[in-house]
């Protein structure tokens, strides 16, 4: 059975956001944000849930990303598994 890890918007760093201060952010501004407050141990670059594989490529036209290894798509704010 896979444990669901603690979700990424209930980290120290994600409490400090107010709804306010995402809303003055532009979309792209914003959207950097929570890859990066995701996946701080690689600067914001994309690590799939599912496999944990840190190669993944992005779908811009839909913000989400699929994982090279096992092919699964993800979005910034899917849950991860550990």
């Given at each position: 059975?896979v444990?669901?890890?603690?979700?990424?918007?209930?980290?120290?760093?994600a409490?400090?956001?107010?709804?306010?201060?995402v809303?003055?952010?532009?979309e792209?501004?914003?959207?950097?944000?929570?890859?990066?407050?995701?996946?701080?141990?690689?600067?914001?670059?994309?690590?799939?849930?599912?496999?944990?594989?840190?190669e993944s490529?992005?779908?811009?036209?839909?913000?989400?990303?699929?994982?090279m290894?096992?092919?699964?798509?993800?979005s910034?704010?899917?849950?991860?598994?550990?």
């Open positions: 059975m444990a669901l890890a603690q979700h990424f918007l209930f980290s120290a760093k409490r400090t956001l107010t709804l306010g201060s809303f003055r952010m532009e792209d501004q914003a959207y950097q944000s929570f890859c990066e407050m995701r996946s701080p141990e690689t600067g914001g670059k994309a690590v799939c849930p599912k496999c944990g594989c840190a490529y992005d779908i811009k036209t839909r913000r989400r990303f699929k994982c290894a096992c092919h699964d798509q993800f910034v704010i899917s849950p991860r598994f550990d």
